[in-house]
Structure formats: C-alpha cells, structure tokens
C-alpha cells in the first residue's frame, strides 16, 4: 500500500530522493547538466567517436561539473548506440558521479506494460543494478498506472523519477495537449500530485518534466504544477532556445521548484574543466536571477 512504502525507505535508513535533491538544489542551486556526448561535440572534443572518447568525454563532465550541479543526466541513448560497451561506460559514469556526491538522473524514457515495467524498474531503481541511478525518466503514454512498478520501487530505495508530461520539442502538443480543460497532461500532472501524496514534509520523488520551451501552454491548459509538490525537470534551455528568464515566465509560482537542464550548449565549452565550468555558472547565474 502507498503509505507503507515511505515507512519502508526510512527502515532502510534512506533519505528520499526529494528531500535529496531539494537540499542539493538549495545548496547548489537549480542546475542539471546534461551528459549527450553527441558525434559532432566528440569531434569538437578532439576525441573520436568510439567507446574510449564517450568515457573521456563523459567523465570529463562529471569531473568538472560535479561541485556546481544539483544534478547531472547523462542520456542514455548516447551511450546505447555503442552497444555493450557504451552501456559499461554509463555504468562508470553513474559510479563516478556516485563518488563525486551529484545526484544522476538516468535519462532514459522508460515505458512499457507493468510486467515488463517492473524489469525497466529493476534496471534503473534497484539497488543491486550495475545501472542504478539516483532517479530516471519515464514516459506515461502506455498510461500512468503502468508506471506503477517503477514508482513503488523509487519510493522503496529512496530513488525518483520524472515523467513527461509537456516535453520542449514543437511535436508533444498533438499529444500532450488533447483533450482540453481535461488535457494529457493535465491527467500526467494529476496523477504525479496523488503519487507525492505519500512524500509528506518534503519534495515529492515524483518530478515532472516539463519543457522551458513551452511558452503558455501551463496557462492554456490550467495546470497548477505548485500543487504537484515534486521537482520539475525543465530541458530546452541553451540549444533549444529557452533562457533562464523564459523559465521564470513560464512557471511562474511553481519556480522553486524547477530544475533547470542544458546539454549541449554547456558541452560545447568542453574539454576544459574550466569552460565547462564557466559555462555551467553562466547558466545557474541565470537560473538564479530567473
Ligand atoms: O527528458 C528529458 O530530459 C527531455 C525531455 C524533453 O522534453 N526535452 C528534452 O530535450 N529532453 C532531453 O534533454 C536534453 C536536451 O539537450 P540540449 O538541447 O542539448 O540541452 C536531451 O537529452 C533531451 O533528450
């Protein structure tokens, strides 16, 4: 039953992974950055576009961005499309971000039918996983409630996830959008408010994702993100045209609890630590100011 199951992360002695990362975002502010080493950053890296420039490329990000982030994400389909290998290196990069104490977001969109869920879950949620992540993407549009085995299993390990609800690219509105005042998206972000019901006295694990991109679409469709109580994972910012002052437009009351994400115009101010760097306190200075 749902209210057991924050009794059981506490007698595991787990903190959950709300109050983790509403403490790391007021320590360290609202950042995310995200890890997509792309070919043409590889390239622009100097590094080719094999399993040993992803893993220098990867754990170069972490290394510098580690003390300036709430959180990093690396994308999981960057790492897929060199098989095996790639897939050994996210293991190493969640490790090392593990060690460096920055949260992880495994950027991987998970959906699928319950029973196959619950193995998605065990990939990314479970302890014992060489993949395990602080928290992971999901995508709701087998519905909501085929999430469930992936929402249990965050409460029970102290983990989170983010569903999509309003996602940054111009495609999500034919179908985040339907259905007027009873929007898509509007049930996702019901549903995520009923699930942090069980999070009391802390942000909720259960985040949304919602894209800086999406201009009026909160007021067009009527959602109260304030009221979903959980972290609002907010991509689109740098290469998708967003700026930190779009965001504070967009979310209005809901702000506190955005979390601002860039990849690919923090990257590009690789391989140096310091231009990552530099580039990574632009964009929280911005985040700062809103
Ligand atoms: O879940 C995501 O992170 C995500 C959701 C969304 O609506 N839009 C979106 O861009 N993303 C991811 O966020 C990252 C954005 O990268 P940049 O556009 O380079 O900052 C990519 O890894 C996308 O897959």
């Given at each position: 039953m749902p209210e057991q199951v924050p009794a059981q992360a506490e007698a595991r002695g787990r903190e959950s992974f709300g109050s983790r990362l509403g403490a790391a975002m007021a320590s360290r502010g609202p950042l995310c950055v995200g890890i997509d080493p792309h070919p043409a950053l590889l390239k622009s890296w100097g590094l080719a576009d094999d399993v040993a420039g992803l893993r220098r490329f990867s754990l170069t990000v972490v290394e510098a961005v580690a003390s300036l982030a709430a959180a990093v994400k690396p994308q999981v389909a960057l790492f897929e499309r060199h098989g095996s290998a790639g897939m050994a290196v996210l293991e190493e990069v969640l490790a090392e971000a593990r060690d460096q104490s920055v949260l992880t977001i495994a950027d991987a969109k998970r959906g699928d039918i319950g029973s196959t869920m619950a193995a998605y879950a065990d990939a990314?949620?479970?302890?014992?996983?060489?993949?395990?992540?602080d928290s992971v993407t999901l995508s709701p549009y087998l519905g909501f409630e085929s999430l469930r085995p992936a929402l249990d299993l965050a409460a029970e390990t102290g983990r989170g996830v983010f569903v999509l609800a309003?996602?940054?690219?111009?495609?999500g509105a034919s179908v985040q959008h339907v259905g007027g005042a009873d929007s898509v998206a509007r049930r996702i972000t019901s549903a995520a408010a009923r699930e942090n019901?069980?999070?009391?006295?802390?942000?909720?694990?259960?985040g949304l994702v919602v894209g800086?991109?999406?201009?009026s679409a909160l007021v067009d469709l009527d959602l109260d993100l304030a009221a979903v109580r959980g972290p609002i994972l907010a991509p689109g910012l740098g290469a998708q045209g967003a700026t930190p002052a779009d965001l504070r437009a967009t979310f209005?009351?809901?702000?506190?609890?955005v979390l601002g994400t860039s990849s690919r115009d923090i990257l590009a101010?690789?391989?140096?630590h310091r231009g990552l760097q530099e580039a990574a306190q632009r964009t929280l200075a911005g985040l700062r100011q809103g």
């Open positions: 990314w949620l479970r302890d014992e996983s060489p993949l395990a992540a309003l996602t940054s690219n111009p495609e019901e069980r999070y009391q006295g802390s942000l909720g694990s259960v800086a991109t999406v201009g209005g009351d809901a702000y506190p609890l101010a690789g391989p140096e």
